[in-house]
């Protein structure tokens, strides 16, 4: 089938990968002029996505982790609570991007492409573009566009995503940024503060390049904080331009009042273990957490995945698993060997067990973040 994929972050290439894999002529477009970078922070490794990779003949070194050996629960003086021994294989946001790019065939990726219509009938789906006024005629159209999906807007016009009442501060910022002393008890270990109303972590993550060798690696840190004041939220949701976001703010993008804002209440509330990985992140960057949840995975020859389908809470660590997961279903559903003439009822069994599949993540996120104090309670 020739496929169309509208976003190219995670959700969209792990899905132009698998579907490749299956034999299928598949495309992605983006939005973006140029290749995504330094985007995100620490995720959590993909081992299905890798497992299938692997099968398919791929290499997927370029996704390999920095193990973090024990959770370690400070308070806010800075001593040690809880020191637990527990092995988290963390990669980052840029390694899983770039690995996914570079084994996606030449000529599959299309910048500056945003999906602004489509339209389906009983053949398949046009689409057209913001940029080019030429259509694409393709058999599937898979929405990866994101939490904020204009194509899940378009599709399911009454579903919308609910604020959950904390925000997550972010941060990546290089190892050597450190003497090794004051980083002694951070390193290969998952640092986590609990405050009231708030949660701190931070482990190491791959440098930008993918090294993982000492010294070039990098910190990410984040800094959960409940924050229902709607005034302040959309204060720390205006850019340093002035212009207003709905969810998040990139790196290099907060204001000078958010900036000072994060800088004083780290210096204020965090220990100095923690607060000088805050004071030495050249570009913090900000999400409000929210929850999303599509009537549905699929309408017609339209599937949706990622956050585009579903947004989990990040206390979950799977929205990128998650991501590959659908990518890795959805290309067993749709696998050309066992050919289905009638593409539509596949996406429909695809889209109704993937939902289910995904309801135990979607609910254990908000009670995790009750047990941490975060959000309004259920
Ligand atoms: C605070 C926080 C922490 C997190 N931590 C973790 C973690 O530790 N581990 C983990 O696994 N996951 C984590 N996640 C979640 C993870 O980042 C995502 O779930 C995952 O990357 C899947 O994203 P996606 O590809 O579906 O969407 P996105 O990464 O949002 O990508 C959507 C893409 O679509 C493009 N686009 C949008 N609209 C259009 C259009 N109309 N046409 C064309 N292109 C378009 C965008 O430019 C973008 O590139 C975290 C999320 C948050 C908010």
New binding site residues.
């Given amino acids: 089938m020739k496929i169309a994929i509208?976003?190219?972050?995670?959700?969209?290439l792990a899905c132009a990968l698998t579907l490749t894999c299956k034999g299928h002529d598949v495309h992605v477009?983006?939005?973006?002029a140029a290749p995504?970078r330094g985007r995100?922070?620490?995720?959590?490794v993909l081992r299905q996505m890798f497992h299938f990779l692997e099968q398919h003949g791929y290499p997927v070194r370029g996704m390999l982790s920095v193990p973090a050996h024990r959770r370690r629960w400070l308070d806010a003086e800075g001593s040690v609570i809880r020191d637990e021994p527990e092995l988290l294989p963390f990669s980052s946001?840029d390694a899983v991007y770039r690995s996914l790019c570079s084994m996606l065939p030449s000529g599959a990726m299309h910048y500056g492409?945003?999906?602004?219509s489509l339209a389906q009938d009983a053949e398949g789906v046009t689409i057209h573009f913001d940029e080019h006024a030429e259509p694409l005629r393709v058999d599937l159209l898979i929405a990866?566009?994101?939490?904020g999906?204009?194509?899940r807007a378009m599709l399911f016009p009454a579903s919308a995503s609910s604020y959950a009442g904390y925000i997550?501060w972010?941060g990546v910022v290089e190892e050597s940024a450190f003497e090794r002393a004051d980083i002694a008890e951070l390193i290969e270990n998952m640092t986590l503060l609990r405050a009231d109303g708030a949660l701190f972590m931070t482990f190491l993550i791959p440098a930008l390049d993918g090294s993982l060798e000492t010294g070039k690696r990098r910190f990410n840190w984040?800094w959960y904080r409940n924050e229902t004041d709607a005034a302040t939220l959309a204060s720390f949701l205006t850019d340093r331009e002035g212009r207003h976001h709905h969810a998040s703010i990139a790196p290099g993008e907060l204001s000078a009042h958010s900036l000072a804002h994060l800088q004083h209440a780290a210096a204020a509330h965090l220990p100095p273990a923690l607060s000088q990985l805050v004071a030495a992140t050249g570009a913090p960057f900000l999400?409000a957490?929210a929850d999303v949840l599509s009537p549905s995975f699929a309408q017609g020859r339209v599937a949706l995945?990622?956050?585009?389908a579903c947004?989990?809470r990040?206390h979950t660590?799977?929205?990128?698993?998650?991501?590959a997961d659908d990518a890795v279903s959805l290309a067993q559903a749709l696998d050309t060997s066992t050919a289905t003439p009638d593409v539509v009822r596949a996406l429909a069994d695809w889209a109704t067990a993937r939902r289910a599949a995904v309801e135990p993540l979607r609910l254990k996120g908000p009670r995790l973040a009750e047990s941490f104090g975060l959000g309004s309670p259920s």
Avoid: C, F
Avoid at 6 to 12: D, V
Avoid at 40 to 44: A, R
């Fill in positions: 509208a976003g190219g972050s995670i959700a969209g477009y983006e939005r973006s995504l995100g922070g620490g995720v959590v946001w492409h945003t999906v602004a990866a566009d994101g939490t999906s204009r194509l997550a972010r984040l999400q957490i995945v990622g956050d585009a947004t989990l990040p660590g799977s929205g990128t698993s998650k991501a």
